[in-house]
T-cell receptor
């Protein structure tokens, strides 16, 4: 069966520091991968999605970036964190991008910026 | 993107059925109806999806109106663990950015013992 792993579960970082969040999927190949953010008390916002290695689409311009160095690895990065980057970051995967294919989410990383 | 409308909150008693409504009057003929739920401090969990016919799985049932302008997620016997925010989302059939999930505010379901 397929599983998705995200780490770390929680992270506290100072303003201006770099960020690297990692997500890996097991048990499938060539998945679609997604990064979402959920700010406190708000809905989920899609940040990036990827349909293949090296292919990244950004939904919202911000100081974050994403990379997909391997088929089942998705990384969210920032060179300099802002206070507004605090939130709950979720990685998800889907067998494809078609409408009949559900997305499956990881357990998330709770990021606090001080 | 076609939008959905859900009540902000609903209450249910434990062990009773729950019907969570969703309106999607601008749905296109090729949009799938997806339901997800998010328990406190967890990532969303896929519940069920359908296109035209009613669907059943181990978690829930999805009843889709004949004109597809509304749907209802049915939890047959609510438990305390079903307390969550439930999201009804339309997902375009053909992929690309239109195939991405757009989360609204959902319905917060409370279950009373």
């Amino acid at each position: 069966s397929q599983t998705i792993h995200q780490w770390p579960a929680t992270l506290v970082q100072p303003v201006g520091s770099p960020l690297s969040l990692e997500c890996t999927v097991e048990g499938t190949s060539n998945p679609n991968l997604y990064w979402y953010r959920q700010a406190a008390g708000r809905g989920l916002q899609l940040l990036f999605y990827s349909v293949g290695i090296g292919q990244i689409s950004s939904e919202v311009p911000q100081n974050l970036s994403a990379s997909r160095p391997q088929d089942r690895q998705f990384i969210l990065s920032s060179k300099k964190l802002l206070l507004s980057d605090s939130g709950f970051y979720l990685c998800a995967w889907s067998p494809g991008q078609f409408g009949d294919q559900p997305q499956h989410f990881g357990d998330g990383t709770r990021l606090s910026i001080l | 993107d076609a939008k959905t409308t859900q009540p902000n909150s609903m209450e249910s008693n434990e062990e009773e059925p729950v019907h969570l409504p969703c309106n999607h009057s601008t749905i296109s003929g090729t949009d799938y109806i997806h339901w997800y739920r998010q328990l406190p401090s967890q990532g969303p969990e896929y519940v069920i999806h359908g296109l035209t016919s009613n669907v059943n799985n181990r978690m829930a049932s999805l009843a889709i109106a004949e004109d597809r302008k509304s749907s209802t997620l049915i939890l047959h016997r609510a438990t305390l663990r079903d307390a969550a925010v439930y999201y009804c989302i339309l997902r375009a059939a053909w992929g690309g950015s239109q195939g991405n999930l757009i989360f609204g505010k959902g319905t917060k379901l409370s279950v009373k013992p």
